[in-house]
């Protein structure tokens, strides 16, 4: 009986042991837990900083891209009106001198009535 005692008490004492270590090795998993998901933490926020810095630079992008457009259709225009100005300023002088042309005839005419 006495043995069978001795024996018990050296089991308690083994699981106690095992316990022990498996509670260290629990406290270290949950640290080591708490680790990992605070590194999650980070990272997910690094990962939405980064998808805002995307959306940014595609909204820069778009606009970059309609600027361009903007700019190619604002050289045509002018380059457009620069030929109206042009064909305008042509037509402005060929009428003064049929006007001229005009009044010349008709002074020639008064000076040979005269």
Known sequence: MNFQLKLKDKN????TEDNDKLKNQTAGLRHR????ENEAIKQNSAIHAYK???KF????????????KENEELKKKLKFL????????????ILLLLL???IYIQFSSFCLIL
């Open 12 to 15: 308690l004492n083994n699981l």
């Open 33 to 36: 837990i708490y680790e990992i």
């Open 52 to 54: 805002d810095q995307i």
């Open 57 to 68: 630079y595609k909204q820069q992008c778009s606009n970059a891209e309609n600027d361009r």
């Open 82 to 93: 620069k030929k109206y100005v042009y064909y305008t300023i042509i037509t402005i002088i």
């Open 100 to 102: 001229l042309l005009e």
